[in-house]
């Protein structure tokens, strides 16, 4: 059962919540020389031409990346992590205007040195065809497989680093566990592993269960950010925010992270607002 398929949603509230981390996650690890494996678990197709039919049904990204795209100078002024996220952003655009929005392997591709690697897993048949298709470096392995299995089979690495992005949909209920599991069982074979994990926040609250698989587990230093942009009690059904939790953050990611988010959030939504905190300390 594989129904999902971003390009309805590419850039929207969660996406822009997600990259953005991804970013400031990305550019930190990248300030030591020593070789890192990235691997995208649920890469999806990685690039999202807006215009598309499937972006242009619910236009989504109206509401996520637009208007932070419309506001970029003022953004860029006095947040070194906005200036250099939507520089990146602005070299995806073939024009000056906003018509492709870059999913997680562009910004995991984009960053790459020599001595890192990059694998991407991507099960749905036509989003991994459609991936396989983008112009990303030869090195960079994309594999139709299940990616939280792949994961698995993978761990150890011969890098000295291992980065992971899990960002599944969510279609089947069991994801939340597994997704646990997954992380739970990975840092147990990599404990210095930098884990990034997606959730949604739903009106029926399943994120909770993950949350407290991975504080019951005994893992510490787990940190976590959300954007929500409505109070739960407001939204009776819809993807009221969208949260991330990191494990083993690397040094400044809070700071850079919060800063970027409060002077976003007001431009996602009247009632926007961004938490952050360690849900499992040191
Ligand atoms: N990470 C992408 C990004 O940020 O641009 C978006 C990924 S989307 C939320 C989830 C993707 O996971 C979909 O493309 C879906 O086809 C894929 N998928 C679903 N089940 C999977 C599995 N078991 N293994 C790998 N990919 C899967």
Known sequence: MLAYQHAYHAGNFADVHKHLLLFATIDLLLRKDSAITFVDTHAGRGLYPLAAAQTQKLQEYQHGIAPLWRARESLAEHQPLLRDWLSALDEAQPGRRLETYPGSPWWLAKRLRAQDRLRLFELHPAEHEALAQQPLAPGIKRLREDGLQGLQRMLPVSTPRLGVLIDPSY?????????????????????????????PLLPAGRHRQL????????????????????????????????????????????????????????????????????????
Not at 181 to 186: K, Q, S
Not at 261 to 272: N, V
Request: charged share 20%.
């Open 171 to 199: 279609e089947v209920k069991t994801d939340y566990t597994m997704v646990a599991e997954t992380l739970i069982e990975a840092a147990r074979k990599v404990r210095h592993a930098v884990l990034l994990i997606w959730y």
């Open 211 to 282: 949350l407290q698989q991975l504080k019951d587990s005994g893992l510490r230093k787990l940190w976590r950010s959300e954007l929500t942009l409505a109070a739960p009690e407001h939204s009776s059904h819809g993807m009221y925010g969208s949260g991330m939790l990191v494990l083993n953050p690397p040094w400044g990611l809070s700071e850079d992270v919060t800063r970027a988010m409060q002077a976003i959030a007001p431009l996602l939504g009247e009632a926007a607002s961004h938490r952050a905190d360690w849900w499992v300390g040191e």
